[in-house]
T-cell receptor, first 113, second 117 residues
């Protein structure tokens, strides 16, 4: 596989469920990102990891919990979400955090019922 | 703080016609500038980027963009649009290597391109 991959591509969950989104990058990059894309709104940066350390948390509610076990993998753990959390969640990576091009995965389309 | 404005929410062009998508940015120094394209249900694909040097940059799929510092603009152009170019296009500005701040990309709200056959 090449580039940035995300699984699952689609997810439907109830408000009491716990689920996780997975992102994997095959580019040898050191920085990884989670974005939220909602209809009619600009992409919102949620979290940034650089060398497996969280360097940015953009005022994201605690029901979203990121995890970066190594520089190639990034998870977003979800619990007790709200319907307004339904969105496309995009993962991206870059060589490092200092002004490099970000490459995006295909996203996970999340629907919270 | 940086910001990006894409003034056109929707644009419709005929196949074979030329295209220009507008992007204006606000940033206190010379920014990094990007154009991404997103097809329905897909992630963002990088079309082109400007970091420095020649202000006219060439990208994939026949797209180009010109950085105009005096107008704070980075408009995307294509001389002849193909039906497969129908998608949503996002302009983004990145902060240059901020100490302790990294590169935060700020995106515009996107321009939806429709191509009429």
């Amino acid at each position: 596989e090449t580039g940035v991959t995300q699984t699952p591509r689609h997810l439907v969950m109830g408000m009491t469920n716990k689920k996780s989104l997975k992102c994997e990058q095959h580019l040898g990059h050191n920085a990884m990102y989670w974005y939220k894309q909602s209809a009619k709104k600009p992409l919102e940066l949620m979290f940034v990891y650089s060398l497996e350390e969280r360097v940015e948390n953009n005022s994201v509610p605690s029901r979203f919990s990121p995890e970066c076990p190594n520089s190639s993998h990034l998870f977003l753990h979800l619990h007790t979400l709200q319907p307004e959390d339904s969105a496309l969640y995009l993962c991206a990576s870059s060589q490092d955090w200092a002004g490099e091009t970000q490459y995006f995965g295909p996203g996970t389309r999340l629907l919270v019922l | 703080a940086q910001s990006v404005t894409q003034p056109d929410i929707h644009i419709t062009v005929s196949e074979g016609a030329s295209l220009e998508l507008r992007c204006n940015y606000s940033y206190g120094a010379t920014p990094y500038l990007f154009w991404y394209v997103q097809s329905p249900g897909q992630g963002l694909q990088l079309l082109l980027k400007y970091f420095s040097g020649d202000t006219l940059v060439q990208g994939i799929k026949g797209f180009e963009a010109e950085f105009k510092r005096s107008q704070s603009s980075f408009n995307l152009r294509k001389p002849s649009v193909h039906w497969s170019d129908a998608a949503e296009y996002f302009c983004a500005v990145g902060a240059r290597g901020l100490t302790g701040g990294g590169n935060k990309l700020t995106f515009g709200t996107g321009t939806q391109l429709k191509v009429e056959l």
